[in-house]
């Protein structure tokens, strides 16, 4: 069964601060994504990766990047944390031609 | 832009009776589409899914139907069980963009006992 984890179910951060997500799978995925879920918007790709060190945007990547060091881990980082930023964010990996898989979601708060 | 659309945010129907959520699209160019659902406090978690070359696919209580003339998909899930009640997100990827989707709204279903 494919287990994707993130690191910290609850996070809560000072504006201005840089925030590290992490996120890991352990099926050996090519491909990883970080998403926002906000009330009213669904789920909005944040940025993606289809191999290690590759990273692609999404449709909403200002004030995040994001690193691929290893295939099986993808942090998000928020540069300079604003209150806008106050969300749930996930990640989730696929293999090619097969549906995503998220983790739990990690619920930041930004003060 | 919103290519994906979800416009109800929430549906409540009684167990055991049919539940119907709706999702549109813009981009004819689409031809795939997944249903996710979301509890809370956890990640969504792959449903059932429908390729163009289709217009109905079935998998137990849970069928997704197509019509891509109205660009319109639908889920029913027949007979709804209480166990039922999460958000459901309608999805479609575009074409040749390293597996990225574009995600609907979300419609929040309430199965009441």
């Known amino acids: 069964d494919v287990k994707v984890t993130q690191s910290s179910r609850y996070l809560v951060k000072r504006t201005g601060e840089k925030v590290f997500l992490e996120c890991v799978q352990d099926?050996?995925?090519?491909?990883m994504f970080w998403y926002r879920q906000d009330p009213g918007l669904g789920l909005r790709l944040i940025y993606f990766s289809y191999d290690v060190k590759m990273k692609e945007k999404g449709d909403i990547p200002e004030g995040y990047s994001v690193s691929r060091e290893k295939k099986e881990r993808f942090s998000l980082i928020l540069e300079s944390a604003s209150t806008n930023q106050t969300s749930m964010y996930l990640c989730a990996s696929r293999r090619s031609n097969q549906p995503q898989h998220f983790g739990d979601g990690t619920r930041l708060s930004i003060l | 832009d919103q290519q994906v659309k979800q416009n109800s945010p929430s549906l409540s129907v009684q167990e055991g009776r049919i539940s119907i959520l709706n999702c549109d699209y813009t981009?004819?160019?689409?031809?795939?589409f997944l249903w996710y659902k979301k509890y809370p406090a956890e990640g969504p978690t792959f449903l059932i899914s429908i390729s163009s070359i289709k217009d109905k696919n079935e998998d137990g209580r849970f069928t997704v139907f197509l019509n891509k003339s109205a660009k319109h998909l639908s889920l029913h899930i027949v007979p709804s069980q209480p166990g039922d009640s999460a958000v459901y997100f309608c999805?479609?990827?575009?074409?040749?963009?390293?597996?990225?989707?574009?995600f609907g709204q979300g419609t929040e279903l309430s199965v009441k006992p």
């Open positions: 999805a479609a990827p575009p074409n040749n963009q390293g597996g990225k989707l574009i």
């Open positions: 099926m050996d995925h090519e491909n």
């Open positions: 981009n004819s160019m689409f031809d795939y």
